[in-house]
């Protein structure tokens, strides 16, 4: 219990550096570092397997980088629309460590808009339909092509999943 509350605090620091960064225009390798060695350590303390699976697409995307070993500014490319998808994670993370406060249902919005906005819509124009990305993509071998689509598109599905959860949830609280 207390392992999964510091991994829960972990996870609220992390998302909220995270978005920090991507509103900055920092650098994100660091970031990107840290949020890899969270999704590694977690795979061993959380229990859910969409969890699982998304800890796993996750390495997955950062392992690309490295077994590729693209340039800084290659990096923060590929990096950065995967840093954005953690600012729905502020909120998720401050609903479930404080699930019942006084601005629960601001949060509870908060969080679905930007579950949608950054995981959903931005996802898809910011990594399926970006340029940039996929010129970089089409310039490694074919393994690591496939490695890397697979992974993108497995995130997406993954993501279009719990946003149909998270729609089911509230019709299920206003009808």
Request: aromatic residues 20%; hydrophobic residues 45%; proline residues 1%.
């Amino acid at each position: 219990m207390i392992l999964e509350r510091i991994r829960d605090f972990v996870s609220l620091f992390i998302a909220s550096v995270s978005s920090y960064i991507y509103f900055t225009n920092s650098n994100y390798r660091i970031i990107s570092h840290c949020i890899a060695t969270y999704l590694l350590v977690d795979l061993f303390i959380n229990k859910k397997i969409d969890m699982y699976i998304h800890h796993t697409i996750g390495l997955m995307l950062y392992s690309f980088v490295h077994m590729n070993q693209l340039s800084e500014e290659s990096e923060n490319i590929l990096m950065k629309p995967f840093i954005a998808v953690e600012i729905s994670s502020i909120f998720y993370n401050i609903n479930y460590l404080y699930p019942k406060n006084y601005f629960s249902t601001l949060n509870n919005m908060l969080f679905i808009t930007t579950f949608f906005y950054y995981r959903i819509y931005n996802y898809y124009f910011s990594v399926i339909k970006n340029q940039d990305i996929n010129h970089i993509i089409e310039n490694t071998g074919e393994v690591s092509k496939y490695y890397y689509y697979s992974a993108i598109y497995n995130l997406y599905i993954l993501n279009l999943y719990w946003f149909s959860k998270i729609i089911k949830i509230v019709l299920k609280k206003i009808l």
